[in-house]
């Protein structure tokens, strides 16, 4: 399957401890954008990367959470000193490089329970 | 009020009928409109891919954009028990930052 990977499928943290979610685009593609599902909620868009740039992180929380997308390996969204509300789905898509129609794809999510 | 609205459902048919979903809006920027669908514990799958007003088709999917009354629907025709799942509508000013609708479950009874 060459889609975009996640890992881990899930994570159980304490409240305090750190959470890191990782994602592989798919092939041929460096644009990665990160969601996160709450129950009953749609998906809100979180950051948006290109390889070793944010482009647009205007979902991101200003605290604790933060995203990287290096040269080489997987992009990493890290969320430190975990609380009960942090407990969602997060997905990660990508897309080859940006232009018009060139939709973005999931991966199937990373979720995230916090004790 | 939410940037996009979505008919909550949930939504149960017989096989074979014709499922429709439906989503309003309020930002006038917004000119990408998507459907997705989601299986349980699976990521969104992408449906239908639409940047203007009017009616696209592929196979038993038809998607209707309206941005007149900022109002996109989706029709799926002769369903199936495997079309049972979780539809999400989203939509998006640039081609990057989605706005997605809360979703709205399906069960096609066999």
């Known amino acids: 399957n060459a889609g975009v990977m996640q890992n881990p499928r899930h994570l159980v943290r304490r409240r305090g401890q750190e959470a890191r979610l990782r994602c592989s685009p798919m092939?041929?593609?460096?644009?990665v954008y990160w969601y996160r599902q709450l129950p009953e909620e749609g998906l809100k868009f979180m950051v948006y990367?290109?390889?070793?740039?944010?482009?647009?992180e205007s979902g991101m929380p200003k605290e604790r959470f933060s995203a990287e997308f290096p040269k080489e390996g997987p992009s990493i969204l890290r969320i430190q000193q975990v609380v009960r509300g942090d407990s969602a789905a997060y997905f990660c898509?990508?897309?080859?490089?940006?232009?018009?129609?060139?939709?973005?794809?999931f991966g199937d999510g990373t979720r995230l329970s916090i004790l | 009020q939410k940037e996009v609205e979505q008919d909550p459902g949930p939504l149960s048919v017989p096989e074979g009928a014709i499922v429709s979903l439906n989503c309003t809006y309020s930002?006038?920027?917004?000119?990408?409109f998507m459907w997705y669908r989601q299986y349980s514990r699976k990521g969104p799958e992408l449906l239908m891919y639409t940047y203007s007003s009017g009616n696209k088709e592929d196979g038993r999917f038809t998607a209707q954009v309206d941005k007149s009354s900022k109002y996109i629907s989706l029709f799926i025709r002769d369903s199936q028990p495997s079309d049972s799942a979780t539809y999400l509508c989203a939509m998006s000013v640039n081609d990057y930052k989605l706005s997605f609708g809360a979703g709205t479950t399906v069960t096609v009874r066999a």
């Open positions: 990367l290109q390889k070793e740039n944010i482009i647009d």
């Open positions: 092939k041929g593609h460096s644009h």
């Open positions: 898509a990508s897309s080859p490089q940006g232009a018009r129609d060139q939709p973005q794809h």
């Open positions: 930002n006038s920027a917004f000119q990408y």
